[in-house]
């Protein structure tokens, strides 16, 4: 976005008061402010899947899991795979029936 402000400054030549850069630069703060945060949360998550970094590698196997499905799964189960009894408890598609 920060990339095209030269364009939309020639865009919104004459049309531009200084209320709409009032509130252009409130969005634009904000954004950054949640960028920012969207950057922490992601160094706090790459940090705590440090340690699982081996169930991830095979989660990563399954087809449709990506890393970000994976990290999810683990978050949500504490990464012990053992607590499942077989491969079809975890079957979405229901042909382990």
Do not use: W
Request: proline share 5%; net charge negative; charged share 20%.
């Amino acid at each position: 976005m920060r990339s095209k402000i030269p364009e939309l400054s020639q865009a919104l030549t004459g049309r531009f008061r200084e209320h709409h850069a009032f509130l252009t630069r409130l969005c634009l703060d904000q954004y950054d402010h949640l960028s920012e945060a969207i950057n922490q949360l992601t160094a706090r998550i790459e940090e705590a899947m440090i340690p699982f970094h081996p169930v991830l590698d095979l989660l990563d196997t399954i087809p449709g899991v990506n890393q970000a499905v994976a990290e999810v799964i683990v978050a949500e189960t504490g990464g012990d795979m053992a607590r499942f009894p077989s491969a079809c408890v975890l079957n979405m598609e229901g042909s382990c029936m």
